[in-house]
């Protein structure tokens, strides 16, 4: 089993920087996709940013230039630095872990930017 665990979410204003981070823990593959997924009421969960170990990202058109993933393999530990902030940015933000056909998910950090 995966555990993982969100940090960093809040309330900030449009224009503002937050940082999340996102710490797995249990039965955790060398090789694996980590990152972050987002959703709104109403809304499909959506792709915002993913790195894999092998040092590939993807990002999100809406966010890219203004949000940096990367990961401490180290600690198993996954960071989203957050610039530029929008007010639809908002929403529930849930890390993720791949790993061939498993999927694993947090509980979600919620992020409010107001404007």
């Known amino acids: 089993q995966v555990q993982l665990v969100e940090s960093g979410g809040g309330l900030v204003q449009a224009g503002g920087s937050l940082r999340l981070s996102c710490a797995a823990s249990?039965?955790?593959?060398?090789?694996?996709?980590m990152g972050w997924y987002r959703q709104v009421p109403d809304k499909q969960r959506e792709l915002v940013a993913i790195t894999t170990t092998l040092g590939t990202t993807n990002y999100a058109e809406s966010v890219e230039g203004r949000f940096t993933i990367s990961r401490d393999s180290a600690k198993n530990t996954v960071y989203l630095q957050m610039d530029s902030l929008k007010p639809e940015d908002t929403g529930v933000y849930y890390c993720?872990?791949?790993?061939?056909?498993?999927?694993?998910w947090g509980k979600g950090t919620l992020v409010t930017v107001s404007s």
């Open positions: 249990g039965s955790i593959f060398s090789i694996n996709t």
């Open positions: 993720y872990l791949g790993y061939k056909t498993m999927n694993y």
